[in-house]
């Protein structure tokens, strides 16, 4: 069995780790905001609404830009970052992991307010009435009936920040060894030549989209059997 190239299995790792970590931060501030907009009626809701869906529709380099004006070393927070605590964001993996995290938001963030709204507000009201807080209705009631849904956005999510490249290329860059994920490597094999490496990295990564496009068609299409 052929040896796999060295930056295959360092892009193989990063992109996991940081599609991993994007997820994660998704998943958290992506089911919390589509709470708030499923449940509360309040002024600016449509607009919160469209911010949150932003993402889906503007271009990767645009919310690049707008990711270099907030964290970039002369950015609203990456100035105070690199003033009071010497962190530098721009061209590192965790800067990759904030780029990740704000493209795949949406997709947890879409499934997830369709997955609450669908829950009946009568069993919420039912665990008030036996004397649960708010937390423990979401927690205990909410949470897991609009399950299957939230499950199907996370991993969208997760897809889609595996194979994320314009606004991480604006802000952790296409360093190899260091930023280099498997979608970018696969630009930079393209643009060496390198094919064999090309074919590898798109291969790997058409798996696993069709694995997880399989695996969340088969969690809503069987939703209404539970």
Known sequence: ?????????????????????????????????????????????????????????????????????????????????????????????????????????PMVYKAARAALEEVKEDFEHAGRTLGLGEAEVFFRISLPLAFRGILAGTMLAFARAMGEFGATLMVAGNLPGRTQTMSLAVYSAVQEGNDGLANLLVGVISVVCVVVLVGTGKLVGGRGKF
């Open 1 to 105: 069995m052929p040896q796999l190239p060295d930056q295959f299995l360092f892009s193989l790792f990063l992109t996991l780790r940081v599609a991993g970590m994007a997820t994660v931060f998704a998943l958290i501030f992506g089911v919390g905001l589509a709470q708030i907009v499923a449940r509360y009626r309040f002024p600016g809701r449509e607009v919160l609404d469209a911010v949150c869906t932003l993402p889906l529709v503007m271009p990767p380099t645009v919310l690049g830009y707008y990711l270099l004006v907030l964290i970039g070393r002369r950015g609203v927070l990456g100035a105070w970052l690199n003033e009071h605590f010497g962190i530098t964001l721009m061209f590192t993996w965790q800067g990759a992991v904030i780029a990740a995290s704000v493209v795949a938001f």
